[in-house]
């Protein structure tokens, strides 16, 4: 590609064979801005990630396609964590000059791209492209819609829900741990590429959170992209109640034990490490069979892994043995890296 309009072109036309799908869209790439029909009795959401060499990603271990992948998989996971349903992409890419000539490294990442937005309906309508000085940028932006004021937020946990959470966690942050620092094993096994897997290539819960938005089964929700205690307590913050998590029952992966084999250390590492991108979430414990109903027609797991209560002095308490003390949450935070 000699140039960005050329890229924008090759965008284009795989973009129109995913955009010709979907009605609802007036006018895609091409024009200065996107337009689509709202749908009646929905509400639209919209989210965006931003990626950034060497903060978020290195190109030293990230495939092109599987970094498109990561890079709407991100956003999907936003969609799904207020009860939506994804329904159009804008892919914004701050590209090094270095990278601009390179057509295999564009033909992989858009293979990877549409590979996930094919499997989830989701069009490709817009963005925008632009040089940058040495690292490269990429800005997802998804656009989902839920039923009209069915958008579940972090605010409705109340004292007496249940604290749940999709699959597990400690995968992702082992496949970072792995690729970059000097742990990686020398021979791989299939606990090692699960876990470089999850790091590189998450999968968002679309069809999970999309589900129990429709069925109005949760009280609030968020997905597990800085480390599941430091997401829940974001949700016992905004919803003025504590967690009290259980020790025993927090899914831990089993990749973790490639990193961590001591009980308590496994523990911090799993549910600190970020990137998991499962959904946590409350509801009434009235629910949990039609939860349970749910995660498995999506294929998932599904953990209890505790309850809300009254607010105490810290978000989030820690049950074991029968014994309940204050937790302090700790995670990913961009501006520290």
Known sequence: MNSEFSLIEILRARASLNASRLRKLIRGIGD???????????????????????????????????????????????????????????LALGIPRAHLSNDEFWREFMNGYFEVADQHNVALIGGDTSASPDRLIIDSVVIGECKAEASIGRNGARPGDGLFVTGTVGAAATGLRLLAGPTRPRRSSELVERAIEAQLAPVARVDFGASVGECGLVSSMIDVSDGLAQDVSHICVESGVTAVMDFEAVPIAREV?????????????????????????????????????????????????????????????????????????????????
């Open 32 to 90: 200065d801005a996107a337009a689509f029909f709202a749908s009646e009795g929905y509400e639209n959401l919209i989210t965006s990630d931003l990626l950034i060499e060497d903060i978020d990603f290195k190109l030293s271990y990230s495939a092109p396609d599987k970094l498109a992948k990561k890079a709407l998989a991100v956003s999907l996971s936003d969609i799904a964590a207020m009860g939506g349903r994804p329904r159009f992409s804008l």
């Open 257 to 337: 034990s490639l990193i961590e084999t001591e009980q308590d250390r496994a523990f911090e590492f799993a549910v600190s490490g970020g990137e998991d991108f499962e959904l946590a979430f409350t509801a009434d414990a009235s629910s949990e069979p039609d939860l349970n109903r749910i995660a498995l027609e999506c294929g998932i797991k599904l953990t209890k892994i505790g309850s809300i209560e009254a607010a105490k002095e810290a978000p989030i308490f820690l049950r074991r043995n029968g014994e309940s003390m204050p937790y302090r949450a700790r995670g990913f935070d961009h501006f520290a890296v």
